[in-house]
């Protein structure tokens, strides 16, 4: 007894002498294996609790995308090593380490239990609900305004403005397919101006749900094929709203130089437009094939978030949405690809490909007219475009980068490698 207690008072000098150790709760609470630790610095933990009754922590937030690894699965790597695996793209992480089979690193933090105490050793306050957001004055305003004003009714804007305000992504589609064609052939040919929606339209039998929230599956199974074609078909309907709302609400952008964009910036992003309809139809298409549709699985809004936080800036709006998120769709398709390849489903292998060329001419596009305004207005390209992420980007870029790829749209490694976390 006296040497346990002679432990225990150790154990308790350490924890105060070394300062940094968070009490999280006592032991019982902590049954499932993950739980979500809230760092009021907003770099947020996970606590696992394996079956051996021992405790672990690391960021929550996977070093690849950022996905909910507290959503993960906890699988035996041999030798009594056990990790962690990422639920959107299966990502594995030793528990002890942080170390991954894929190169990525991810940071883990020391637990001691004292006396039926869980303590993490992290400088941070960590709370298991989210810490109360600061109100904070807006500096800008955000213009988005509704879509009620609307001109020329045969105009690009105007029918930009209509596509936003259509909530049946089928009849988006529709409606996206027939204006591109108008626009080609000269039917319509006045850019015009219209006022864009605060958000565009959803069909109200949709569960929407925060993006960490959604849980992907590993494509080994039929319906985790589905769940990832599924959550690949929301993220198409969202670009394609995301390329009418730079058509409408940069219509009557003037550069520093007084000068308006050209006729080519409204052309290119009608050509994206387009891609991207026809990237959600052959989505839909095949989701329907195997037996599900479009809405039968929950679905997020957070790439809309990029365009209300862009909203008052073109270029950081070409930055964020076309040569950051876009460009990390490109990462992201060799294992994605191989998933469906891995379970013989040559179709969605096809859908698949066809989306991965088109996309690599979108990032191209962002970069063409990133680097196109940057000339016009005499800014050095590349560090305009690394303050731009700095400023509206979450977090740094995240490794594996499909260095091929984004060569091929013209991203070298100068745009992208700087903004990745440095190594400790």
Sequence with gaps: MEHFEEDLVQALKEIVRDGNWQCVGEQSAFQSPCTKLFSEDGEHLVLVHTEDDRFWAMDSACPHEGGPLELGDIEDLGNGRMALICPWHQFDFCLDTGASSTGLQNQVYDVKVVQGMVYVNTQNELCLNPFPEAKTAHVDKLYIEDGDKQTQENSLCYWATKILCTPDPEEKVTLTLEVQRKWNSGEISDVGEATPPAQPGRKENLTVLEPGKIKRGKGGTLA?????????????????????????????????????????????????????????????????????????????????????????????????????????????????????????????????????????????????????????????????????????????????????????????????????????
């Design 224 to 424: 985790s094929r589905v769940a990832l074609l599924h959550s690949l078909a929301n993220i198409e309907q969202w670009a394609i709203d995301l390329s009418w709302d730079v058509i409408a609400r940069f219509s009557k952008t003037r550069l520093s130089t007084g000068t308006a964009l050209p006729r080519q910036f409204f052309s290119d992003f009608v050509k994206v437009a387009g891609d991207e309809a026809k990237h959600y139809h052959l989505l839909e298409k095949r989701i329907t094939e195997l037996g599900s549709c479009f809405g039968a699985l929950p679905v997020h809004n957070g790439l809309w978030q990029s365009a209300s936080d862009t909203a008052h800036d073109l270029l950081a709006r070409l930055a964020i949405v076309h040569m950051v998120h876009e460009a990390r769709g490109l990462d992201v398709h060799p294992q994605t690809l191989s998933r469906f390849a891995a379970q013989g489903d040559t179709k969605s292998v096809e859908a698949l490909e066809v989306i991965y060329a088109d996309e690599i001419t979108h990032v191209a596009a962002g970069l063409r007219w990133f680097t196109y305004i940057c000339g016009k207005e005499a800014r050095d390209c590349v560090p305009t475009f690394h303050k731009l992420v700095k400023l509206h980007f979450k977090g740094y870029l995240k490794p594996p980068f499909n260095t091929e790829g984004r060569k091929t749209a013209g991203m070298t490694e100068e745009w992208y490698v700087p903004l990745v976390k440095p190594s400790s």
